[in-house]
């Protein structure tokens, strides 16, 4: 990952060298942290130029300390997710008295907590040292796990389910923060396709497999939750000493390096902090139709996702494979979704614009799966389970779409309510998934993959949608440029570390 080519290091030190020169922090109000921190840096730190070894040598060590923690923090947020469709083939419907849709419901719920505490957490986020926010929203969904193992009927178990997913509201909000003030626009989709990964079915496929042949007191899908609950918890310490909240605070780098680092992701020209709440913002992001595209394909890339979380293993058993043979065949979803979502993210992130096109053709696999899902025999045991594996593909061109409201957005407030809206519309898919799937259609579920087929296609309108919007409004800034004389994309001045958004800057151009 860090031996990238590095684009224009001369140019960015240049432009970084006028923020330190010409920025008055005490009279701009809408500068963010990262201007203030060079506006106070010694010149003696930026005189020296910044070589592209130089440039290099940082990114591996971001690479290699910044992705792994994101990465594992991912993970278990997803697994904690997902076991509950192990927990309930070792025995917690029974358990717990569940009948009817109530299953469907604990699946749901959860989102329902996301939703809820969504845009205050992004208030909060916004207050707050991120990577501070980050560990206690660790640390209290661990308590969360805890609580989910003593639960013994619907009502119980909806109640943390649903207090968990407001715990969890903070994970991907910050993961996408912390992406943006580390890594350029082009590096980010690969970044994203490491931590944005599908790991959390290989974790939970060995864990569940492991636990399922204990031999205790306590039931299997308990003991499942205490021990990711300690998992959880322990992590949640490591977090809050080791993730710093920006470039400026981490204390692995010295100032020469948080120079460089800021240098480098100046040319995103998206800011990286402030916080002060600046309403004009929020209303711009709520008034833009780029907006409610990204939204509405994320909403529809995201049924088949929340479907496949609570049914997964219920789906497998249905084909007559044993509990624990299905906490094993898991393991391969998250493999292949992984080892997908990587290969995409490389075409991604070299060729320019390629983002959109990429999501929707990608697209069509899944879709051909949901086909076959659907119109397969339900003797064709093999050919379901084949499908049902490649329809896992699915999570690729939704990990690519998460790098476009981070490249897209500019302006602090602008930036949180985006992603806001777009983990909002994540909660929704979530939500409406567990519901295509009902009891009565068991155990073969073909209106459930029906609907996964139609809600492929509506995201594929959505991503092209969006990225034409991103095309036409970038041929009209270039008009605009060539008419004007105004500066254009590839200049960057002292306003890329200004708090101001995208359509005001009117040098930025969308990436699609």
């Known amino acids: 990952m860090a031996h990238e080519k590095k684009e224009n290091i001369t140019s960015s030190q240049a432009s970084a060298d006028v923020v330190v020169a010409n920025l008055d922090v005490s009279a701009r109000p809408d500068v963010d942290v990262a201007a203030q921190f060079l506006a106070n840096l010694d010149p003696a730190i930026t005189a020296e130029p910044i070589t592209p070894t130089e440039s290099r040598r940082l990114l591996w060590k971001i690479d290699l300390i910044l992705v792994p923690l994101i990465s594992a923090t991912i993970i278990l947020a997803a697994v904690d997710k997902v076991i509950i469709s192990n927990a309930a083939i070792y025995g917690m419907r029974t358990d717990a008295h569940l009948t009817g849709d109530e299953y469907s419901w604990v699946g749901s719920i959860f989102y329902f907590g996301y939703l809820a505490f969504e845009y205050p957490a992004g208030l909060i986020i916004q207050r707050l040292p991120v990577a501070k926010v980050l560990a206690v929203s660790v640390l209290l969904w661990a308590i969360m796990l805890f609580c989910t193992a003593a639960t013994s009927n619907f009502g119980g178990l909806a109640t943390v389910r649903f207090l968990m997913g407001m715990c969890e509201a903070f994970i991907f909000p910050v993961s996408s923060i912390l992406t943006v003030m580390w890594w350029t626009t082009k590096e ?5 396709a490491f931590w944005f990964n599908q790991g959390s079915s290989i974790f939970a496929g060995i864990i569940s497999y492991g636990i399922g042949h204990t031999h205790t007191a306590l039931h299997p899908w308990r003991l499942l939750f205490l021990v990711l609950g300690a998992f959880s918890l322990v992590w949640a310490v490591m977090v809050y000493f080791l993730v710093p909240d920006s470039p400026t ?11 460089v680092c800021l240098a480098r992701i100046e040319a995103n020209n998206t800011g990286l902090e402030d916080k002060k709440i600046k309403w004009y913002q929020v209303r711009e992001c709520l008034m833009d139709p780029k907006t409610w595209l990204l939204a509405l394909f994320s909403v529809a890339q995201n049924i088949p996702n929340g479907g496949l979380v609570t049914f997964a293993s219920i789906i497998v058993t249905g084909l007559g494979y044993s509990p624990l043979n299905t906490t094993l065949l898991g393991i391969p979803t998250g493999v292949l979704a992984t080892v997908w979502q990587l290969l995409l993210s490389f075409p991604a992130s070299r060729i320019k614009n390629s983002r959109c096109i990429i999501i929707a053709v990608a697209n069509l696999v899944p879709m051909i799966c949901a086909i076959l899902m659907w119109k397969l025999p339900r003797s064709n045991k093999h050919g379901l389970l084949a499908a049902y594996y490649v329809f896992y593909t699915y ?3 939704y990990v690519l779409s998460t790098s476009l409201p981070m490249a897209n957005t500019s302006g602090h407030s602008k930036k949180i309510t985006m992603n806001a809206i777009y983990f909002l519309a994540y909660c929704l898919g979530n939500i409406l998934g567990p519901q295509a799937f009902r009891a009565s259609d068991a155990p073969d579920y073909s209106h459930g993959y029906a609907g996964l087929l139609a809600c ?7 991503i092209l949608g969006y990225g034409f919007l991103c095309w036409y409004e970038n041929k009209q800034r270039d008009r605009e440029a060539a008419a004007g004389g105004s500066i254009g994309a590839e200049h960057v001045s002292e306003d890329a570390f200004s708090d ?4 005001e800057k009117r040098e930025f151009r969308y990436t699609y």
């Open 500 to 503: 101001r958004t995208d359509k």
């Open 188 to 192: 980010q989709p690969i970044r994203v």
């Open 395 to 397: 999570w690729a061109p």
């Open 456 to 462: 492929i296609v509506v995201a594929i309108a959505a």
């Open 249 to 259: 605070t981490a204390r692995w780098l010295n100032d020469r390096e948080k120079y």
